[in-house]
């Protein structure tokens, strides 16, 4: 069974997950039914994505075959940033249960702290970042909604049986403490990239102090980036000596050290791959423990290397200033 972390709540967050960004739509139902028969109990998901259907259509599967009951799975979805507007907060999660075929979310997080101008499904979905991709130059419209206009909504999400847990995605430390002051049920959990190149200890640190989960993703680095251009090959931890010798120490792969580097401190770790091989050898990381020497190697490794930062992609990409990070 896989060990989890406690919610302030006395809910229990798997420590390993499934990400689901960019698997395939082809991919998505039999990866999800694959990975529910090793084991994997923890499916992260997000209307971004694209895939919800099809991620949708695997745990059906997943529950009609009998591998697992729904109460034993936990999913994770995201609110996207064009549905920030209270009115549009609750149609957003109701879009994403339809498609995922559930009743409820276990967690329901706000994706980022971005508020865009409003896309209708019917007009496109998921609506991506820009507002009009045919304009002659698209760009994307920041929309003037505060987090705790966002925040209220989601609370009611909650209260109506929705969502089991609500958190918050790529949020930084000041945004974090500034939602603690109003919110009436603080974020469960924040997820946030984090690797040993980018350690984040002091946002951990405040997470811990405040009962907030902390769940990372892309936890092997700059893997998922490579191929869009955000990162290069130089960068992959998985090659670097400190990793590979920690993994020959233990017979184990490169990936397993950094997953179990992830757990073993304290957070909750959602790799994704496409490989269905690869789904038992991430879910391996309980049966060997890194010591302290070890740990304190990776902990070492950190450069504050951010891959996924808006404040780089949406400018290369979209075309659009909009920093969330200093």
Same mark, same amino acid.
């Given at each position: 069974m896989i060990p989890s972390l406690s919610l302030r709540s006395g809910a229990q967050l798997p420590v390993l997950g499934l990400g689901m960004w960019k698997i395939p739509n082809e991919q998505c139902a039999s990866l999800v039914q694959a990975a529910a028969e090793v084991g994997y109990r923890h499916f992260d998901s997000a209307c971004d994505y694209g895939n919800e259907r099809e991620v949708g259509d695997g745990l059906r599967g997943v529950i009609d075959s009998g591998v697992c009951r729904r109460e034993d799975l936990w999913v994770t979805s995201k609110l996207w940033n064009t549905f920030h507007r209270s009115e549009h907060v609750e149609a957003a999660c109701r879009k994403t249960l339809n498609d995922l075929q559930l009743d409820y979310l276990d967690l329901y997080l706000i994706h980022f702290p971005i508020p865009l101008r409003y896309v209708s499904p019917e007009q496109r979905y998921p609506p991506g970042w820009f507002f009009d991709p045919e304009a002659a130059e698209p760009k994307m419209e920041i929309d003037r909604v505060s987090v705790a206009e966002t925040w209220a909504a989601m609370e009611q999400l909650k209260q109506s049986g929705l969502v089991k847990e609500i958190g918050v995605c790529n949020f930084n430390i #000041? *945004?974090?403490?500034?939602?603690?002051? !109003? #919110?009436?049920?603080? $974020?469960? %959990?924040?997820? %946030? +990239?984090?690797? $040993? !190149?980018?350690?984040? +200890?002091? *946002?951990?640190?405040?997470?811990?102090? +405040?009962?907030? #989960? !902390?769940? #990372?993703?892309?936890?092997?680095?700059?893997?998922?980036y490579h191929e869009i251009g955000m990162a290069d090959g130089s960068d992959s931890l998985l090659q670097i000596e400190p990793i590979r010798a920690i993994a020959a120490a233990h017979d184990r792969s490169p990936a397993q050290v950094l997953l179990r580097w992830g757990v073993q401190r304290g957070t909750a770790v959602i790799p994704k791959t496409t490989k269905t091989e690869r789904l038992a050898e991430n879910f391996s990381l309980f049966d060997f423990s890194l010591s302290d020497a070890e740990m304190a190697t990776i902990d070492g490794l950190n450069r504050n290397q951010r891959y996924n930062d808006p404040g780089v992609f949406c400018q290369a990409a979209f075309n659009t200033f909009c920093p969330i990070y200093e």
């Open positions: #000041a *945004l974090l403490r500034d939602m603690l002051a !109003y #919110a009436n049920d603080p $974020p469960a %959990v924040l997820q %946030v +990239e984090t690797h $040993p !190149y980018l350690t984040q +200890e002091k *946002l951990f640190q405040f997470c811990r102090e +405040e009962q907030i #989960a !902390y769940t #990372a993703f892309s936890p092997l680095g700059a893997l998922s």
